[in-house]
């Protein structure tokens, strides 16, 4: 198990214990981390905070990331009990429900802004407000899919924002990197979460993969979790600005 003792964790995005937020904090804890965790909004509050009690996290923040102001008053309550962070985990992407499920050249102005704005541009706010608390050796770690360099079917127009998210990590890990502060990202294979629910056919994709996929098998919540304890750990001092699929090998194929 990798050390992260005396390490502060701030994970956004937690939704549910299905989550994969949610299995990279209890990752974090198992491993030592101190948890910030933050959530969407107030219906989610029931949800979290029991996982919060879980995992002994210190602070529990309830943020809108889509809104610039809920950032600077995350940012202020970090401030006020902790100098420095040493992890930022963001799990948070969302297209409309009604953009998923058709073809893209449907997908409307309004909706296209919106996956780009909560997909991307979030981790991008968040970077800049709470950079005063990243100090050099800091790790900072998004998810994306593989529908950000394939077509999946029914993916849409969340597979061009991951497509925009994964160019961010590279573009972040340039921009921070001077700092000493690390930005990578997972690329996880499909998995049953809130999020996935809304796309069609992704138990179909998960047999495809189990069938096809070079270990036969579908991954899991914890095998996404450990690969994020590597790339937010001291383990992957000399990683920056990769995106690491744990798909059971299935990006490599041409089917």
């Not at 893209?104 to 309004?110: I, K």
């Not at 996956?115 to 050796?137: Q, R």
């Amino acid at each position: 198990m990798m050390n992260m003792k005396g390490k502060t964790a701030l994970v956004l995005g937690v939704a549910n214990q299905r989550s994969i937020a949610c299995s990279i904090a209890k990752a974090l804890s198992s491993a030592g981390a101190e948890l910030i965790l933050s959530y969407a909004n107030a219906t989610l509050a029931k949800r979290v905070e029991p996982i919060a009690a879980e995992l002994g996290a210190k602070l529990t923040i309830e943020c809108d990331l889509g809104d610039d102001e809920a950032i600077q008053r995350l940012g202020a309550k970090i401030r006020k009990q902790y100098d420095s962070l040493d992890c930022i985990v963001h799990s948070v992407a969302y297209a409309p429900v009604e953009e998923m499920n058709k073809p893209f050249h449907h997908t409307s102005r309004e909706g296209f802004g919106i996956a780009l704005d909560i997909s991307v541009y979030t981790l991008i706010a968040v970077l800049k407000e709470l950079e005063d608390l990243l100090k050099p050796g800091s790790s900072v770690l998004t998810l994306s899919y593989y529908g950000a360099q394939k077509v999946v079917p029914n993916y849409g127009v969340m597979g061009v924002a991951k497509a925009a998210l994964e160019a961010a990590v590279r573009y972040l890990a340039y921009s921070m990197g001077e700092q000493g502060v690390r930005v990578n990202a997972v690329s996880a294979g499909p998995l049953r979460t809130l999020s996935t629910a809304a796309i069609s056919g992704i138990i179909d994709l998960q047999k495809q993969i189990a069938a096809t996929s070079p270990l036969r098998r579908n991954i899991d919540h914890e095998e996404v979790a450990k690969s994020a304890l590597y790339l937010l750990s001291d383990c992957s001092s000399g990683v920056s600005g990769e995106v690491i699929f744990v798909d059971a090998g299935m990006n490599i194929m041409a089917y």
